[in-house]
């Protein structure tokens, strides 16, 4: 794997510093409300790479179930911590 370059580090280790600066501090649960919608796109990323190596009929249609169901989970949670944060 490729070393990372000094520009990604350097925006690793700013954009955190600059939430905490800016008092942007989701709720505690944030995570597990996002959770549910990541684990679903992850599943349909792994569907495409399933995709692009072999021929199976079913892999299409899983993708695209993957990737809508964890669209419609990430969005429910994103509207989750945003009420919540209010």
Not at 50 to 71: D, N, Q, R, T
């Amino acid at each position: 794997m490729p070393r990372p370059s000094a520009l990604l580090r350097l925006i690793d280790f700013a954009v955190p510093c600059l939430l905490v600066l800016g008092g942007v501090q989701p709720p505690w649960y944030s995570a597990w409300a996002l959770m549910p919608g990541a684990f679903l796109l992850a599943g349909a990323a792994a569907m495409c790479i399933i995709g692009a190596l072999v021929e199976f009929s079913a892999v299409m249609p899983a993708l695209w179930i993957l990737l809508l169901a964890g669209m419609v989970a990430w969005i429910a949670g994103l509207l989750v911590v945003r009420k919540a944060s209010r």
